[in-house]
């Protein structure tokens, strides 16, 4: 089976051929494609070295699936002309609320990858929304959740390449004493914090607050309740969630923490000591979501809140890209 990357240069893109060699995803030929300026680039992957190529020059045909990785605009003008030749699995936000297309986070609803065929296009959800689900899912069908308070602390590779190097310029500048400037960001990001991520939305939320409140009903479940505070914050790597969550039945801190230590693709880290919690940093580079703080609501029946972390490009990303591409190949595709 061939595969194609579009949007292999990118942060996720990077990502997505890591987790491929760490999971020993087999494919016969891989082509990688970005944007016109990278034509003819190389990048050596597993001993081979290869050509970025132009979308203009691409067949679809050759390939089986096709990683999208390369934002909104190519997505939207690119991924329907692919999908009349190959399956596409798309990063961006532009498909994910399309009725027909199935908004996938394999470990919660694995079983919508069956309408994969209505448009040959499957949607990761957003990163935040990932890590958001995989630890409500358990939860949810245990004791079953009512409302969802998520306040979020965002990574700036969530932002991609150019948020990166505005961080680490911004950085450097303030220790030296400099003056700092924003490019990419609409206030300083280093050193501070900016509660703005994606545009404004009429009713005064962002749209990165109403994609983890729409995209957690699509995926979870229509009735649950989601509020989000979307905030970007100085960190490079791994997203970060504060989550309160009612129940409609009787819980407590320690019902939750056993049914979560269950959770598919997640792992509690709770200790009442210092250090006893994960932090995005330690993240980085893993696979897995954690969550720590588990403790009861004080102020209302039936709620706890709890902390969650898990790395924005691996299973906020690439890794949930390619867990969808295999599963698509285990039940759906030969
Ligand atoms: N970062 C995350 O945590 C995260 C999580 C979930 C989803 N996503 C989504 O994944 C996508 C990529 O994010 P990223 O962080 O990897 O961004 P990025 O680091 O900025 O990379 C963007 C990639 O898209 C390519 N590209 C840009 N314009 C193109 C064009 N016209 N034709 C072909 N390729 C083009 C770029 O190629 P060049 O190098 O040639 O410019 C690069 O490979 C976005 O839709 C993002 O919203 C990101």
New binding site residues.
């Given amino acids: 089976m061939n595969i194609a990357i ?8 990077r990502k997505i051929l890591e987790v491929i060699e760490k999971l020993d995803f087999k494919f016969s030929d891989l082509y990688l ?3 016109d ?2 034509i003819g680039k190389k990048i050596t992957f597993k001993n081979k070295t290869y050509s970025i190529i132009g ?1 203009n020059d691409f067949d679809f045909s050759k390939v089986k699936i096709a990683f999208f ?4 605009g ?1 997505a939207e003008k690119w991924a329907p002309i692919a999908a009349k030749k190959t399956i596409v699995i798309d ?3 532009h498909f994910r609320m399309e009725k027909d297309i199935p908004l996938v986070v394999p470990e919660v609803n694995a079983d919508t990858l069956k309408n994969y065929k209505n448009k040959n296009i499957i949607a ?1 959800a ?2 935040s929304t990932i890590q958001l689900v995989l630890a409500l899912k358990p939860l949810h069908d245990q004791f079953k959740i009512k409302r969802v308070i998520v306040s979020t602390y965002q990574s700036v ?2 932002a ?3 948020h990166i190097k505005e961080l680490e310029e911004q950085s450097k500048k303030v220790l030296d004493k400099q003056k700092v400037s924003s490019k990419n960001f609409t206030k300083q990001i280093a050193f501070n914090v900016i509660p703005h991520i994606d545009s404004f939305m009429k009713d005064r939320y962002t749209k990165e607050e109403w994609k983890m409140t729409v995209e957690t009903k699509k995926i979870l479940d229509p009735n649950i309740l989601v509020s989000a505070t979307c905030v970007r914050v100085p960190v490079f790597v791994g997203h970060a969630e504060s989550i309160n969550i009612e129940f409609n039945s009787e819980v407590d801190s320690e019902k939750i923490r056993e049914c979560l230590k269950k959770a598919p693709g997640c792992k509690v880290i709770d200790e009442v000591k210092d250090g006893g919690y994960i932090t995005p940093v330690e993240s980085s580079g893993d696979y897995l979501t954690y969550i720590s703080r588990i403790r009861d609501d004080m102020t209302q029946k039936n709620s706890i809140n709890m902390w969650v972390v898990s790395d ?2 691996l299973k ?2 690439a890794l949930n890209a390619v867990q969808i591409a295999n599963f698509l190949i285990k039940k759906y595709i030969r």
């Fill in positions: 579009v949007g292999a240069t990118g942060n996720v893109g494609i970005a944007s300026k990278s979308l990785s390369a934002g909104s190519v990063n961006s936000k990761n957003n990163c590779s969530g991609g390449n150019v924005n490009l906020g990303a």
